[in-house]
């Protein structure tokens, strides 16, 4: 993580080389946690703080090269000037009854082991592991009114093709018909000019 050359940039690195001495100090009770949640979506990490903590509260995920401050929490209010720049503005803490860090939208970048530090005598900490996995793209349900439109639109084309295929049969059969009877009376109307005939 890069911050521009000043004051604060030796202050962070002071932070956080702080919060580093006292996690080799702090301790744990509680197992690992894993949380699993999809690209896109909320996530939420649980932290299970004592109701009566005083407020401080540090949310860290653990890097090869030093751990990033994903949320910051003293004297009752979200100090974002600690937090990494990946960070701001993505995460807000539940607290109460908890210490849960709340992703709006977790990326596949958020994916690695996350601490919770939350102070006490000694100061205690939770180790949750986050596993990101990409949206899957389904095949989208059919729309049932395209469905109908699908099904109105077939049955209509297809009583049109029979139409067709009757009027045809209709027409060449009634001029068969005419061709058949101008014959037999031009036949008929022979006959009877030869009979009359001396």
């Known amino acids: 993580m890069t911050f521009a050359p000043g004051i604060r940039s030796v202050r962070f690195r002071g932070f956080s080389a702080v919060l580093m001495l006292l996690s080799t100090c702090s301790c744990s009770d509680r197992a690992d946690i894993n949380v699993e949640a999809m690209a896109g979506e909320a996530a939420s990490l649980p932290c299970k703080c004592p109701s009566d903590w005083p407020p401080f509260l ?95 639109s077939s049955v209509c084309g297809f009583l049109v093709i029979v139409i067709a295929i009757v009027a045809v049969y209709l027409g060449i059969t009634c001029r068969k018909r005419r061709t058949f009877t101008a014959t037999a009376t031009s036949t008929f109307n022979s006959c009877q000019f030869r009979a009359r005939s001396p």
Do not use: M
Not at 65 to 76: F, I, R, W
């Open 58 to 152: 540090v949310w860290q995920k653990v890097t090869s090269e030093q751990p990033l401050v994903v949320n910051y929490y003293e004297d009752n209010k979200q100090e974002d000037k600690h937090t990494a720049p990946e960070y701001r503005n993505r995460t807000e803490l539940k607290l109460t009854g908890n210490c849960s860090l709340v992703f709006q939208r977790v990326h596949l970048s958020d994916q690695g082991l996350y601490v919770c530090y939350y102070q006490e005598k000694p100061l205690r900490h939770e180790k949750i592991h986050l596993f990101v996995t990409e949206q899957q793209r389904g095949i989208p349900e059919p729309d049932p009114n395209l469905q109908s439109t699908i099904v109105t």
